[in-house]
């Protein structure tokens, strides 16, 4: 029998059984635990692997509490991010913000490695998914301000130099994937789909030259802090009073401008749909001006300066952001090719559409 | 837990006997004489009852933190992780993960019900040991008449009897044939040997091979549909039969 290239992964999307166990031990926890492999809200229910395709994640009970065990994605699964992440977490939460603190380990560090994966425990936060209103982009704009302010006040420069990014250079990374994806997919592509996925990767990387240079203009880079670099309504919890109650998942967290979170959440909260499974993206159509300007005088509330600093290249940083997000539904298949025409406007659309939003 | 005594486990060794289609339509014959009855569907491996009960959805199920309340299809309360998972979507069920999707599914809502059905997947496994250790609960088999499902039958008694759950009886499904013209009924299967004398075991129910039956896709169950078949009649008969090893007199006459 020919030896695969790669091991087949039957468990994909969940934290196996042994796994688990080895990895509670770590934290002195069990062995009597209820793994739940059913989450959602309401009745949008889903099976634990449908929504953890990247992050493999397990909802644990033990005695009456609630954790979540995640595993850390193939893309930051390093101890120095582990390290960094955690450390930022902790701090965030030592500071009062509604951020879970990483769990310490039974060898006080918080995550643990089992079987060469690297895995972080937290408390379970029960809340509500965002509902798209006014008050919650509002609470989500505020929170993100203090978090975005408290970074001012930890200090984890020790690691700037191994996890510094740039908006635009992740733009860029993700039209290499999906010129990737048209090569390895050539076959099973119609000359229309190859068509229109060139015309918009083409466009898009002229995009971004573009965009890059005129927030550089602006002073991208200038106020450079350890951005969350996710934050979109699926990684936040909010209470029964429209609170955020927890921000999560910060695998995605590096040093950037500062533009970065403010950007990605007005666009996250305002513009970016997902489809009734919450799984997937949804065409978006225009972007939501009230809660956009709701999510902004949230941010200024607790940040005003960071929003001044940055206002006039947030603009720019939005659309590289889209087109990041747009690359990835393409790629996920997330979106029909026959839509790919309709996703290359939408950058620039979305630059003048907050442009005008910030005048 | 609030699963009610009244519980009933429908299994069979073999897959492919229908004990699905059996289990939905004991359970609405139920309900249509106003007792307050749930299904779960414990085939976590190739949960069908939301197939056929969907086209009486009135609720689907839903979650609050992390407890899975049945829905409400007609008057039944379901459960089923059929509701929950892509139609094209498999997943690996480790045993954690089956315990924690009964814990959430079976054992913690409120089910508020008079009599439950349970469709067991067929065969031994981790389903199997949790729920006839924690559920109070005795087995209807489903069985098809034939030498090699016989066997098979005999080993699900076997296991059955290990967990010391009582067995009401066999339901034998696609048994004959009733020829539309004629009326003479027809083994359909190669044997004619009674299986319920082989195995010491009452024989509650012997039922056609009938397409109406066995290949619907409307998603409502075969008694909702049907009234006064010689099928509904026997699913009444079944249903009164089954009830009785629970102490109860039930007159299986739906209300009007």
């Known amino acids: 029998m020919p030896i695969k290239e790669r091991l087949p992964d039957p468990l994909s999307g969940i934290i196996t059984t042994a796994d688990m166990s080895e990895s509670l031990k770590l934290y002195g926890i069990g062995p009597d635990i209820v793994v739940m492999p059913l989450i959602g809200q309401d009745s949008h229910i889903y099976a634990i692997n449908r929504r953890s395709q990247t992050t493999k994640k397990a909802f644990i009970k033990h005695e009456e509490n609630f954790y979540v065990l995640k595993q850390l994605p193939w893309y930051c699964a390093s101890e120095e991010f582990a390290n960094y992440s955690t450390e930022l977490q902790h701090c965030f939460s030592e500071h009062g913000l509604p951020v879970p603190d990483p769990l310490k380990s039974l060898d006080d560090r918080r995550w643990v490695k089992t079987n060469g994966n690297i895995l972080t425990l937290r408390n379970y936060v029960h809340g509500i998914e965002y509902r798209r209103s006014e008050e919650m982009a509002n609470q989500a704009g505020l929170e993100l301000g203090r978090l975005n302010h408290t970074t001012s006040v930890i200090d984890l420069s020790r690691y700037r130099h191994l996890f510094k990014e740039d908006v635009f250079g992740l733009s860029r990374q993700m039209i290499v994937l999906l010129n990737e994806f048209v090569r390895r997919n050539i076959r099973n592509l119609t000359p229309e789909d190859i068509e229109s996925l060139k015309a918009f990767s083409d466009t898009s990387e002229r995009s971004i030259t573009n965009l890059s240079d005129a927030a550089s203009t602006h002073g991208y880079g200038s106020l450079v802090i350890p951005v969350h670099g996710d934050y979109n309504s699926k990684n936040l919890v909010f209470s029964e009073n429209g609170e955020v109650a927890a921000v999560l998942d910060f695998d995605n967290s590096s040093f950037d401008d500062v533009s970065h979170d403010i950007a990605e959440g007005l666009l996250n909260l305002s513009y970016v749909r997902y489809s009734e499974d919450s799984t997937k993206f949804d065409l978006p159509d225009r972007l939501d001006v009230s809660i956009g300007k709701s999510f902004l005088d949230g941010y200024d509330t607790s940040n005003r300066h960071a929003l001044e600093e940055s206002k006039s290249r947030i603009p720019s940083v939005a659309a590289a952001v889209l087109i990041e997000l747009l690359t990835l539904g393409i790629i996920r298949g997330d979106y029909k090719f026959s839509d790919v025409k309709k996703l290359t406007a939408m950058p620039e659309y979305v630059e003048s559409a907050v442009k005008e939003m910030l005048r | ?256």
């Not at chain 2, 429908?10 to 749930?38: E, F, H, M, W």
């Not at chain 2, 094209?88 to 999707?101: C, H, L, Q, R, V």
């Open chain 2, 1 to 256: 837990m609030s699963i009610p005594p009244q519980t009933v486990f429908l299994y069979s060794c073999k897959g492919g006997v229908g004990k699905s289609s059996i289990c939905t339509n004991l359970a609405y014959t139920y309900s249509k004489t106003g007792i307050r009855t749930g299904i779960f569907d414990a085939d976590f491996y190739g949960p069908s009852i939301p197939f056929m009960v969907r086209g009486l959805e009135q609720q689907k199920p839903n979650i609050s933190r992390f407890t899975v309340r049945p829905g409400l299809y007609g008057d039944v309360r379901v459960n089923s992780v059929g509701f929950f998972m892509d139609n094209k979507e498999g997943m690996i069920w480790e045993d954690s993960y089956i315990d924690g999707a009964l814990e959430q599914m079976l054992y913690s809502p409120e089910w508020e019900t008079d009599v439950m059905f349970i469709d067991m997947p067929p065969g031994s496994g981790a389903i199997h040991r949790s729920v006839f250790s924690r559920v109070n609960g005795k087995a209807v088999i489903v069985t098809t008449p034939s030498e090699l499902v016989y066997d098979v039958t005999a080993r699900g008694i076997d296991i059955l009897d290990r967990m010391q759950i009582d067995v009401i009886g066999i339901m034998e499904n696609m048994a004959y044939h009733k020829c539309d013209n004629c009326k003479h009924e027809r083994n359909v299967l190669d044997s004619d040997r009674e299986v319920c004398e082989s195995l010491g075991i009452p024989l509650i129910a012997r039922l056609p091979y009938d397409p109406e039956f066995n290949v619907s896709n409307s998603g409502v169950p075969y008694v909702v549909a049907h009234h006064d078949t010689d099928l509904t009649d026997k699913f009444q008969a079944a249903a009164s039969r089954i009830m009785a090893n629970y102490g109860k007199n039930v007159t299986m006459r739906p209300r009007i």
